[in-house]
C-alpha cells in the first residue's frame, strides 16, 4: 500500500516536472504585428562612407561558456549548442580609441561567492580566457592606448573589465548607473563592488535629439558618422547600443545583452523564462527593442547585429590578437 502510494507520488510528480519543463521551453514568438512599424530616418549624420574616419575593431573574448540554444533564446534548439562569449572589443578611430565592453575581471570567482547565490553560481559557469588587460597588453597596444572604456550596460559580466582600467574613463547613461547605484545586486546580475568606488571617473552619455535610423536619438560620436551610439532600453534601465561603419563598407550594431543570440532577432523572441527571470527587468522596453532590431534587420539585410555574448556572431570582427 504503502509502496503504491509513493510510486503515485513518484509519477505525479515527474509529470508536474514534464509539465514544467514544457511550458519553460515552449517556443514563444513576439508578436510584431501588433507593434508599429518604424520609420526610418537619418538625419544630421554623415551617411558617407568616404567622409568617415578609417574605424578599426579588435575583438577579444575572457571567457565562455557553452549551453543548449533552447537556453538562449526561446524556440533554440535542445540539441545545437550556443557558445556565450563574455566578449571585449578595442575600437580605434583616427580621433581616438576605447574600449567596448570588456567581459570578466580576474576575480570574478571571488566576486561570485560574494554577490550570487549558489543557484546562480551553477547557471553562469564560465571558461576563463584572460582579462581585458591581459590580451590588451598582449597585443600592440597597451592601456596607455586606451581613452576611455564604453560598456553597454553595468551587469556583473560587464564590470569586470574596471578593475584593470580603474583610472579611465567610464562610459554608460545616467540611468544605468542610478538604478545600479541605488537598486543593483547580484540578485539582479550586478556586482556594484565593481562600479561603486570612490576613486572612479564615469562620464555620462547623453544622446543628442538627432535621428538615426529608426532611433530618435542618437550620438555620433566622433562627428563622421562611423561610430553612432542609440539608447537601447528594456534588458536594464539604460543600456546602449552602438552602429559602426568601416571603410569596408561593413555595418555593425552591436546591442549588448537586449539579445543573447542573433538568431533570436529574426524570430524575435526574448530569453527562456529562466534567462527573463535572471537578467531582464524592463520587459516592455525589452520588447520594444527587441520589434525594433527585427525590422532593422530585415531592412538591411547586410546590417550585422551583434550581442555581446554570442561567439559565432562576431565571425566577421577582426581578432584583437592579430593586432
Ligand atoms: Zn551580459
Request: proline residues 5%; aromatic residues 12%; charged residues 20%.
Amino acid at each position: 500500500m504503502m509502496l503504491r502510494a509513493i510510486s503515485s507520488i513518484a509519477a505525479l510528480l515527474l509529470i508536474i516536472f514534464a509539465l514544467i519543463l514544457t511550458w519553460h521551453f515552449w517556443p514563444r514568438k513576439i508578436d510584431v504585428a501588433a507593434y508599429p512599424v518604424p520609420n526610418y530616418e537619418t538625419s544630421g549624420v554623415n551617411m558617407d562612407v568616404q567622409k568617415m574616419g578609417n574605424v578599426r575593431l579588435g575583438y577579444f573574448s575572457t571567457g565562455h561558456n557553452i549551453s543548449p540554444e533552447a537556453f538562449i533564446y526561446s524556440g533554440g534548439s535542445l540539441i545545437e549548442t550556443h557558445t556565450s562569449v563574455y566578449s571585449g572589443m578595442v575600437v580605434q578611430h583616427p580621433k581616438g580609441t576605447f574600449m567596448f565592453e570588456g567581459g570578466i575581471g580576474g576575480d570574478v570567482a571571488a566576486k561570485m561567492q560574494r554577490n550570487f547565490d549558489s543557484f546562480q553560481r551553477s547557471i553562469f559557469t564560465y571558461t576563463a580566457e584572460g582579462t581585458a588587460r591581459e590580451q590588451l597588453e598582449a597585443s600592440s597596444l597597451s592601456a596607455a592606448d586606451i581613452d576611455f572604456i564604453l560598456l553597454t550596460h553595468l551587469h556583473w559580466d560587464h564590470t569586470g573589465v574596471i578593475e584593470g582600467f580603474p583610472d579611465k574613463e567610464i562610459w554608460t547613461t545616467e540611468d544605468e548607473f542610478n538604478w545600479g547605484r541605488d537598486h543593483g545586486s547580484g540578485a539582479d546580475g550586478f556586482f556594484p563592488e565593481d562600479y561603486l568606488k570612490e576613486e572612479l571617473h564615469w562620464k555620462f552619455i547623453t544622446f543628442d535629439p538627432v535621428k538615426y535610423e529608426s532611433f530618435e536619438r542618437s550620438l555620433d560620436l566622433y562627428g563622421d558618422g562611423s561610430i553612432v551610439l542609440v539608447p537601447l532600453p528594456g534588458h536594464t534601465a539604460g543600456s546602449v547600443g552602438m552602429f559602426v561603419t568601416l571603410k569596408t563598407g561593413n555595418r555593425f550594431l552591436f546591442i549588448g545583452d537586449i539579445s543573447w543570440s542573433q538568431k533570436a532577432l529574426d524570430i524575435p523572441a526574448k530569453r527562456p523564462p529562466l534567462g527573463q527571470h535572471l537578467a531582464d527587468k524592463f520587459d516592455e522596453g525589452l520588447t520594444a527593442s527587441l520589434v525594433q532590431l527585427h525590422h532593422l534587420k530585415r531592412k538591411y539585410p547586410e546590417l550585422q547585429i551583434i550581442p555581446t555574448h554570442d561567439e559565432a556572431a562576431f565571425k566577421d570582427v577582426e581578432r584583437l590578437r592579430n593586432w
